[in-house]
């Protein structure tokens, strides 16, 4: 089985986890997010390809989701010494090193997809990790601070500021000039399942759906494409995603989350026939069982949908929400 996964950060690495024991034997590729990236200190840190790539190659600081197990940070402390910034983001020891060498490779004229793909070899995760593109994209939030409106790198919304103002408008900058990476259309033509993960819809899965062809290659691909609500109980696992959310327009609920991403249209009929309707990407969703009131909602959009437990609580509980939307790929495919 051939499965393209959409990740963000924290909530998409660690459902590869689960994906991975669910389906050891599955062909995966995990196109990730650098909307995120940012340059620091000289260096170009990409912080969602990294726990990808740290969770799955068993590097990553379990506690707080992101960044190295047993970190130090004498460089940020001599840094800050200097009174060189910012201080608000946190790189460790070790993380630096990962950032020095895929800058010094991107200074060299490699582009980030084969970065990734050498820094890769280091970690085995045991997926093909794809950045969305090589191209450079930053997400931006537009904020009111100091009694003006301007715009922040998404970095500093989330982790300075810890989305404690209303952001009033989210744009990848760049998104809509950039191309996608080597191999990831030719992932998606191939797949026999795509994959939404409990990640940000907005500022994660929504920031590699804005890279021009990646949205219309999941929509032609004639393969399900079920997700996973990153919303319980109308507030968001982990993180701020009702502020993001609210800038969009979107409520913060499971079933608005599913509209959001829209109903597809029906697979292609066996025998040929066009397929027609539905002009979003979701064939399939899942909700947590406390949103189990959702399931008519959202199948009166057009998408299949099922509640079931969705809090990755450890390993066997994460594996299991992937076998759940495993299953309803195969449900939808045979309907």
Same mark, same amino acid.
């Given at each position: 089985?051939?499965? =393209?996964?959409?990740?963000? &950060?924290?909530?998409?690495?660690?459902?590869?986890?689960?994906?991975?024991?669910? @389906?050891?034997?599955?062909?995966?590729?995990?196109?990730?997010?650098?909307?995120?990236?940012?340059?620091?200190?000289?260096?170009?840190?990409?912080?969602? +390809?990294?726990?990808?790539?740290?969770?799955?190659?068993?590097?990553?600081?379990?506690? *707080?989701?992101?960044?190295?197990?047993?970190?130090?940070?004498?460089?940020?402390?001599? !840094?800050?010494?200097?009174?060189?910034?910012?201080?608000?983001?946190? +790189?460790?020891?070790?993380?630096?090193?990962?950032?020095?060498?895929?800058?010094?490779?991107?200074?060299?004229?490699?582009?980030?997809?084969?970065?990734?793909?050498?820094?890769?070899?280091?970690?085995?995760?045991?997926?093909?990790?794809?950045?969305?593109?090589?191209?450079?994209?930053?997400?931006?939030?537009?904020?009111?601070?100091?009694?003006?409106?301007?715009?922040?790198?998404?970095?500093?919304?989330?982790?300075?500021?810890?989305?404690? #103002?209303?952001?009033?408008?989210?744009?990848?900058?760049?998104?809509? *000039?950039?191309?996608?990476?080597?191999?990831?259309?030719?992932?998606?033509?191939?797949?026999?399942?795509? +994959?939404?993960?409990?990640?940000?819809?907005?500022?994660?899965?929504?920031?590699? !759906? @804005? #890279?021009?062809?990646?949205?219309?290659?999941?929509?032609?691909?004639?393969?399900? #494409?079920?997700?996973?609500?990153?919303?319980?109980?109308?507030?968001?696992?982990?993180?701020?995603?009702?502020?993001?959310? @609210?800038? =969009?327009?979107?409520?913060?609920?499971?079933?608005?989350?599913?509209?959001?991403?829209?109903?597809?249209?029906?697979? @292609?009929?066996?025998?040929?026939?066009?397929?027609?309707?539905?002009?979003? !990407?979701?064939?399939?969703?899942?909700?947590?069982?406390?949103?189990?009131?959702?399931? *008519?909602?959202?199948?009166?959009? &057009?998408?299949?949908?099922?509640?079931?437990?969705?809090?990755?609580?450890?390993?066997?509980?994460?594996?299991?929400?992937?076998?759940?939307?495993?299953?309803?790929?195969?449900?939808?495919?045979?309907?």
């Amino acid at each position: 089985m051939r499965i =393209v996964v959409l990740a963000g &950060g924290i909530g998409g690495a660690r459902f590869l986890r689960g994906l991975k024991a669910a @389906a050891p034997d599955a062909d995966i590729t995990v196109i990730g997010n650098t909307g995120d990236d940012i340059h620091l200190f000289g260096l170009k840190v990409c912080p969602d +390809l990294d726990t990808v790539m740290y969770t799955l190659g068993g590097g990553i600081n379990e506690e *707080q989701g992101w960044g190295r197990a047993d970190e130090t940070f004498r460089v940020k402390e001599e !840094l800050a010494a200097y009174g060189v910034g910012p201080e608000w983001f946190g +790189l460790g020891d070790r993380d630096f090193a990962t950032h020095i060498v895929r800058t010094q490779m991107l200074s060299a004229g490699y582009p980030l997809s084969a970065v990734t793909e050498a820094l890769c070899d280091r970690w085995q995760p045991g997926v093909r990790l794809l950045p969305m593109s090589d191209d450079r994209i930053e997400t931006h939030v537009a904020v009111d601070e100091d009694g003006e409106r301007r715009a922040i790198h998404f970095q500093e919304y989330w982790v300075r500021l810890r989305a404690s #103002v209303p952001a009033h408008a989210v744009v990848p900058v760049g998104a809509d *000039q950039a191309e996608p990476a080597p191999g990831v259309l030719e992932a998606i033509a191939e797949a026999d399942v795509v +994959l939404f993960p409990p990640s940000n819809p907005v500022v994660s899965v929504g920031t590699i !759906l @804005a #890279v021009p062809g990646i949205r219309e290659a999941i929509a032609e691909a004639g393969v399900p #494409v079920i997700g996973l609500s990153p919303i319980v109980g109308d507030a968001p696992v982990r993180g701020m995603a009702d502020k993001v959310l @609210a800038a =969009v327009g979107v409520e913060s609920t499971a079933a608005a989350v599913a509209r959001h991403y829209g109903a597809a249209r029906p697979l @292609a009929a066996r025998d040929g026939e066009e397929r027609a309707g539905g002009a979003g !990407l979701l064939h399939g969703w899942l909700v947590d069982s406390v949103d189990a009131g959702a399931v *008519q909602e959202v199948a009166a959009a &057009g998408i299949r949908c099922r509640a079931v437990p969705l809090m990755m609580t450890d390993l066997d509980a994460t594996a299991a929400m992937a076998r759940e939307a495993l299953a309803l790929a195969e449900e939808v495919r045979a309907s």
